[in-house]
């Protein structure tokens, strides 16, 4: 691992933290801050997901202590993306593909969001804020996050609800995605209304689909992803069907894999290659590969092959599970299917 700094080593990677300087504060005063993230319990859990995730092992390795938030009741918020009666399972589900995904080093703590939103207390803090929030500021604040196509109360609700988890998990940082930012900063709007202390937020950047450039990694296109527990075939042909020009560094997507995936978990890679195209290498960072790759040292093929059987290799424990209850799958949905 890099010899980083503890607020470099959290910072890194990330594509826009709220504020630096109260995060460097923070890990100033706390040897143990808590942070969380939170994961609606709506479609397949697949590599766009993991991208976030990948980052709770610098979190981890800076001694901060993390929750996963299962959102259950969020992703019923969100124009029913999950229906009411299938929370249960869609919550359980998600938690066993996160659990399976990485060998975490440290204990991650789960927590399902309707075991604390219900509650007396949270549901009086929801209303209150409501009454401070007007409908224009809470649909700005959801507009990148729930569908918004006919929007719903319930989709303006879901901003409120994801502030006060930030004070009902007890953390000091949120992380997300920076398509959450509407809502993380709303956050630090609302809660100190509440009389509540605002918190850092920390955003990490959004990857392409496997598709190439100005396309997102999305459930509903089976080609666009990888599923946690996808069979090691169909990962190498998606893999090599991906965005990965030669020398192109930019909005590069089996690029982005590594970087935000494969070397937070392992902190290197390595590229197996015939002698006559130079052997193996060890690339020990993300600015190693991409310099190798964008002056043409490293061919698309050699990398892409690396990363599928990385990813191969890595979600043996999801396929197999997933392999072993079939009937989960099938009771979730057919866009559930491996």
Same mark, same amino acid.
Request: include cysteine.
């Given at each position: 691992?890099?010899?980083?700094?503890?607020? &470099?080593?959290?910072?890194?990677?990330?594509?826009?933290?709220?504020?630096?300087?109260?995060?460097?504060?923070?890990?100033?005063?706390?040897?143990?801050?808590?942070?969380?993230?939170?994961?609606?319990?709506?479609?397949?859990?697949? #590599? !766009?997901?993991?991208?976030?995730?990948?980052? /709770? @092992?610098?979190?981890?390795?800076?001694?901060?202590?993390?929750?996963?938030?299962?959102?259950? /009741?969020?992703?019923?918020?969100?124009?029913?993306?999950?229906?009411?009666?299938?929370?249960?399972?869609?919550?359980?589900?998600?938690?066993?593909?996160?659990?399976? %995904? @990485?060998?975490?080093?440290?204990?991650?703590?789960?927590?399902?969001?309707?075991?604390? *939103?219900?509650?007396?207390? $949270?549901?009086?803090?929801?209303?209150?804020?409501?009454?401070?929030?007007?409908?224009?500021?809470?649909?700005?604040?959801? %507009?990148?996050?729930?569908?918004?196509?006919?929007?719903?109360?319930?989709?303006?609700?879901?901003?409120?609800?994801?502030?006060?988890?930030?004070? $009902?998990?007890?953390?000091?940082?949120?992380?997300?995605?920076?398509? *959450?930012?509407?809502?993380?900063?709303?956050?630090? &709007?609302?809660?100190?209304?509440?009389?509540?202390?605002?918190?850092?937020?920390?955003?990490?950047?959004?990857? %392409?689909?496997?598709?190439?450039?100005?396309?997102?990694?999305?459930?509903?296109?089976?080609?666009?992803?990888?599923?946690?527990?996808?069979?090691? &075939? %169909?990962?190498?042909?998606?893999?090599?069907?991906? $965005?990965?020009?030669? !020398?192109?560094? &930019?909005?590069?997507?089996?690029?982005?894999?590594?970087?935000?995936?494969?070397?937070?978990?392992?902190?290197?890679?390595?590229?197996?290659?015939?002698?006559?195209?130079?052997?193996?290498?060890?690339?020990?960072?993300?600015?190693?590969?991409?310099?190798? @790759?964008?002056?043409?040292?490293?061919?698309?093929?050699?990398?892409?092959?690396?990363?599928?059987? $990385?990813?191969?290799?890595?979600?043996?424990?999801?396929?197999?599970? @997933?392999?072993?209850?079939?009937?989960?799958?099938?009771? #979730?949905?057919?866009?559930?299917?491996?």
């Amino acid at each position: 691992m890099q010899d980083l700094s503890r607020f &470099e080593l959290v910072k890194r990677n990330t594509a826009e933290v709220i504020t630096d300087e109260e995060l460097k504060s923070l890990l100033l005063i706390k040897k143990t801050p808590a942070a969380y993230i939170g994961r609606a319990t709506t479609g397949p859990l697949h #590599l !766009g997901h993991l991208i976030a995730l990948g980052k /709770i @092992f610098d979190f981890q390795r800076a001694g901060i202590d993390v929750k996963i938030l299962l959102a259950d /009741i969020h992703a019923a918020l969100d124009d029913l993306k999950a229906k009411w009666e299938d929370l249960d399972k869609r919550a359980e589900y998600t938690q066993k593909c996160i659990e399976l %995904s @990485f060998d975490w080093p440290s204990k991650i703590t789960f927590i399902r969001g309707s075991d604390f *939103q219900l509650k007396h207390d $949270y549901v009086l803090d929801m209303l209150k804020a409501s009454t401070g929030t007007t409908v224009e500021r809470a649909t700005r604040a959801a %507009s990148e996050v729930t569908r918004m196509k006919n929007p719903k109360v319930s989709e303006l609700i879901y901003p409120l609800m994801q502030s006060l988890d930030e004070q $009902y998990l007890d953390v000091d940082i949120q992380l997300g995605g920076l398509d *959450q930012r509407h809502i993380l900063a709303f956050a630090r &709007e609302i809660l100190p209304r509440l009389g509540y202390a605002k918190r850092v937020e920390i955003m990490t950047p959004l990857v %392409s689909s496997l598709n190439g450039p100005g396309t997102k990694m999305s459930s509903s296109i089976p080609s666009s992803h990888i599923k946690v527990y996808e069979s090691r &075939e %169909s990962i190498k042909k998606k893999i090599d069907a991906a $965005y990965c020009p030669a !020398g192109v560094v &930019e909005d590069n997507t089996v690029l982005q894999i590594a970087k935000f995936l494969i070397f937070p978990a392992e902190n290197k890679m390595i590229i197996e290659r015939e002698p006559k195209f130079g052997g193996d290498v060890e690339i020990d960072s993300p600015e190693h590969l991409e310099s190798l @790759f964008k002056d043409k040292k490293l061919h698309p093929t050699d990398l892409k092959n690396a990363v599928a059987d $990385y990813l191969g290799s890595r979600f043996t424990k999801a396929r197999e599970y @997933f392999e072993k209850h079939k009937d989960m799958l099938e009771a #979730l949905g057919p866009e559930f299917s491996a």
